[in-house]
Nanobody
Framework: QVQLVESGGGLVQAGGSLRLSCAASGRIFSNYVMGWFRQAPGQEREFVGGIWWSSGSTSYADSVKGRFTISRDNAKNTVYLEMNSLNVEDTAVYYC??????????????????WGQGTQVTVSS
């Protein structure tokens, strides 16, 4: 079992920055992938980016590439989502998730095995 707890959401003005954290507990294996997703009201949950727990290799959605950065701190079992140049379209509930197959960074929400409770990010214009 893996437990995930997100933090760091809030209200920020357009153009601003925010850093989300995802603290993981339980059995974390090096071949796990940690993903970040977001869901705006009335929309499907969408992939934001992901990171291999062991290597730190990352992959991002085109909509956030160059603005968002995912990193991890193995000692703290924590994954971060650094968000810069935020715009109103980034407003959503942000979730972290763990995928345990070891077969690459997957982009579909239904392929992830464990989820956090989500944290709200609101970007004002």
């Amino acid at each position: 079992q893996v437990q995930l707890v997100e933090s760091g959401g809030g209200l920020v003005q357009a153009g601003g920055s925010l850093r989300l954290s995802c603290a993981a507990s339980g059995r974390i294996f090096s071949n796990y992938v940690m993903g970040w997703f977001r869901q705006a009201p009335g929309q499907e949950r969408e992939f934001v980016g992901g990171i291999w727990w062991s290597s730190g290799s990352t992959s991002y959605a085109d909509s956030v590439k160059g603005r968002f950065t995912i990193s991890r701190d193995n000692a703290k079992n924590t994954v971060y989502l650094e968000m810069n140049s935020l715009n109103v379209e980034d407003t959503a509930v942000y979730y972290c998730a763990a995928e345990t197959s070891g077969w690459g960074i997957k982009r579909r929400a239904n392929e992830y095995d464990y989820w956090g409770q989500g944290t709200q990010v609101t970007v004002s214009s």
